[in-house]
């Protein structure tokens, strides 16, 4: 099964600056990734996806990330911090070999004005 | 309205009832997903459907039971809940490998 792993359960920034949040894989053959966030007392949306097009995916509100094979990573990041931004974000892969999706255990992203 | 909805959002529950959770989809997606989210564990697969009438296990799927006689519903029932049953509850469907899951708003359970 996959492993997902978030650095950094809580993260703070100012607003304005930048935000990484930070996403490690297991697989050795690199599945579909997704970031989603989360907003209190709400399902999941979905940010961005990798599908193996590019290895840098632009998604809504700003959000970018980068797919590093050789780091098995897939970091999340936004030039300019808003305060609508703060929210829980999850990385997610869904594994080649099926279609179950594999979450970490997010990261709570605060934006301090 | 197209999508996926969730019912009831909120329930409380005494320790040993049966409790359905309702999970509906309008997209006549293959796959249906049930999650459980608790704090510091993210979200965690219960079960899993790719059709009518095809279930498996996911992570953690003990003391919980699911059936899916037809695509668009996929009911998780707790049969004899438990306490550390109290959790958020999402489900969740996709149409397929690589592509997105939609959640639903989420059911949160409490028991007794």
């Known amino acids: 099964a996959q492993s997902v792993t978030q650095l950094g359960s809580h993260v703070s920034v100012s607003e304005g600056a930048l935000v990484l949040l930070r996403c490690n894989y297991s697989?050795?053959?690199?599945?579909?990734l997704f970031w989603y966030v989360q907003y209190p007392n709400q399902g999941l949306q979905l940010l961005l996806k990798?599908?193996?097009?590019?290895?840098l995916v632009k998604g809504i509100n700003g959000f970018e990330a980068e797919f590093k094979k050789s780091e098995t990573s897939f970091h999340l990041t936004k030039p300019s911090a808003h305060m609508s931004d703060a929210a829980e974000y999850f990385c997610?892969?869904?594994?080649?070999?099926?279609?179950?999706?594999?979450f970490g255990t997010g990261t709570s992203l605060t934006v301090i004005p | 309205d197209a999508g996926i909805t969730q019912s009831p959002r909120y329930k409380i529950t005494e320790t040993g009832r049966q409790v359905t959770l309702m999970c509906h989809q309008t997209?006549?997606?293959?796959?249906m997903f049930w999650y459980r989210q608790d704090l510091g564990h993210g979200l965690r697969l219960i079960y899993y459907?790719?059709?009518?009438?095809?279930?498996d296990k996911g992570e953690v799927p003990d003391g919980y039971v699911v059936s899916r006689s037809k695509t668009e519903n996929f009911p998780l029932t707790l049969e004899s809940a438990t306490r550390s049953q109290t959790s958020v509850y999402f489900c969740a469907t996709n149409g397929g490998w690589g592509t997105e899951a939609f959640f639903g708003q989420g059911t949160r359970l409490t028991v007794v």
């Open positions: 997209w006549s997606h293959s796959y």
């Open positions: 459907s790719a059709a009518a009438d095809i279930t």
């Open positions: 697989s050795s053959v690199p599945p579909y």
């Open positions: 990798y599908t193996s097009a590019a290895t």
């Open positions: 997610a892969v869904s594994e080649n070999t099926g279609n179950q999706f594999y």
